[in-house]
Nanobody, 124 residues
Framework: QVQLVESGGGLVQAGGSLRLSCVAS????????MGWFRQAPGKEREIVAA????????YYGDSVKGRFTISRDNGKNSGYLQMNSLKPEDTAVYYC?????????????????WGQGTRVTVSS
């Protein structure tokens, strides 16, 4: 059983940056593809970015391309989401998740293990 814990959320002004971290235990994130998702109030959960186990496959949602960067350190069983040029519309709870596959996956239903989420609030 993989357990994921996110951190790094908070309140930031528009144009600012945050770096989210996701640490895995109980089997590890290092064996699987991973993704970052977000859910804003009243909206469905959406994919923000995804990364294959080896890092060769990368996906970004259109709304974050050029501003967010997903990365991972398999040796530390950790994943990261660097968020720059933040906008008020980025306000959401951000979740880290993993699949049971090493390859890139971009469909929410393919993600099996989820963290509890970390809240990001961007003020205008």
């Amino acid at each position: 059983q993989v357990q994921l814990v996110e951190s790094g959320g908070g309140l930031v002004q528009a144009g600012g940056s945050l770096r989210l971290s996701c640490v895995a235990s109980g089997g590890g994130l290092s064996a699987y593809g991973m993704g970052w998702f977000r859910q804003a109030p009243g909206k469905e959960r959406e994919i923000v970015a995804a990364l294959s186990r080896g890092g060769g496959g990368i996906y970004y949602g259109d709304s974050v391309k050029g501003r967010f960067t997903i990365s991972r350190d398999n040796g530390k069983n950790s994943g990261y989401l660097q968020m720059n040029s933040l906008k008020p519309e980025d306000t959401a709870v951000y979740y880290c998740a993993t699949t049971r596959s090493a390859i890139l996956r971009t469909t929410i239903s393919e993600y099996v293990y989820w963290g509890q989420g970390t809240r990001v609030t961007v003020s205008s």
